[in-house]
């Protein structure tokens, strides 16, 4: 299995609201990560859990929480949201100290009104 | 040709002809590279890799070349076709840790 899946594949909220994203994989990478992308732009890291631990934070607002539940899914929690963080969220898997190539996931296109 | 504007540079290519896509990247301390390439709608794609113990690299139909003097990658793209139109990443970063993506580069390929 070299699948990435993401849901929802995309996501309406309003500024008030509660939702959270889910990334799984049957791959065994034990690295996981967070992307946000705008449009136009490169992906940009939020956050990363080697071996269901938090290991990077790049300074993300707190409403935005991720967990790493188990060695195959990572969520990304979502609480009042603002307009800009409409963007593409993307997952992302590898294992480090590997030659294992890294696989991004489809990603989740999220809209905050 | 290449052009740089107010978005993302294009190359634009003739089918059947080879592509070279380049990128800059700063950190000399980044022993570690990788190519995206992203289609509209679509999450970054892994095309290929290399180490910076390596000049370079060659994949079906790609290779990246490193030149780590000058801090400077390219990716080949040889007889590209119109599905290898897309945006293209760089990303440098320490091997097993986190990346840094480059702007991007659009490739548009004309039939």
């Known amino acids: 299995d070299t699948e990435v899946t993401q849901t929802p594949k995309h996501l309406v909220m309003g500024m008030t609201n509660k939702k959270s994203l889910k990334c799984e994989q049957h791959?065994?990478?034990?690295?996981m990560y967070w992307y946000k992308q705008k449009a136009k732009k490169p992906p940009e890291l939020m956050f990363v859990?080697?071996?269901?631990?938090?290991?990077i934070n790049e300074s993300v607002p707190s409403r935005f929480s991720p967990e790493c539940p188990n060695s195959s899914l990572l969520n990304l929690h979502l609480h009042a949201l603002q307009p800009e963080d409409s963007a593409l969220y993307l997952c992302?898997?590898?294992?480090?100290?590997?030659?294992?190539?890294?696989?991004f996931g489809p990603g989740t296109r999220l809209l905050v009104l | 040709g290449e052009s740089v504007g107010l978005h993302l540079p294009t190359l634009s290519v003739q089918e059947g002809d080879n592509s070279i896509i380049n990128c800059a990247y700063s950190?000399?301390?980044?022993?570690?590279f990788i190519w995206y390439k992203q289609e509209s709608g679509k999450g970054p794609q892994f095309i290929i890799d290399i180490r910076s113990n390596m000049d370079k690299r060659q994949g079906q139909r790609v290779t990246v070349l490193l030149n780590k003097t000058v801090k400077h990658l390219s990716l080949q793209i040889a007889a590209t076709q119109p599905g290898d139109s897309a945006v293209y990443f760089c990303?440098?970063?320490?091997?097993?840790?986190?990346?840094?993506f480059g702007a991007g580069t659009i490739l548009r390929v004309k039939s």
């Open positions: 859990y080697s071996y269901e631990k938090l290991s």
């Open positions: 791959m065994g990478h034990r690295a």
């Open positions: 990303a440098e970063g320490p091997y097993g840790n986190k990346l840094v």
């Open positions: 950190n000399s301390a980044s022993d570690y």
């Open positions: 992302d898997i590898t294992t480090p100290g590997t030659e294992e190539t890294q696989y």
